[in-house]
């Protein structure tokens, strides 16, 4: 599943570091750059909430979301 992160004026955070901080399954501790276009890809097999860690400009964040089937390409704004 591809997901983008942006702040609050719809830039995109590029090269900040992504990593699931909870799920509503086990998931592998792994952390993930975001590309030029603040998009990450991570394989999220189970519906369900996400909680994120974003690490940008030396600052650390939490964004959550409930994610399904059909959250493929959504955004994510990390305030």
């Known amino acids: 599943m591809t997901?983008?992160?942006e702040d609050p004026d719809g830039r995109a955070l590029v090269?900040?570091?992504?990593?699931?901080?909870?799920?509503?399954?086990?998931?592998h501790d792994i952390t993930v750059n975001t590309d030029g276009a603040g998009r990450v890809q991570f394989d999220l097999a189970e519906p369900?909430?996400?909680e994120f860690f974003v690490v940008?400009?030396?600052?650390?964040r939490t964004v959550g979301a409930d994610l399904g089937p059909d959250a493929d390409g959504s955004t994510l704004v990390v305030r």
């Open 3 to 5: 997901l983008r992160f």
């Open 15 to 27: 090269d900040a570091t992504v990593g699931i901080r909870s799920a509503p399954v086990e998931v």
């Open 48 to 50: 369900g909430h996400y």
């Open 56 to 60: 940008a400009e030396g600052v650390a």
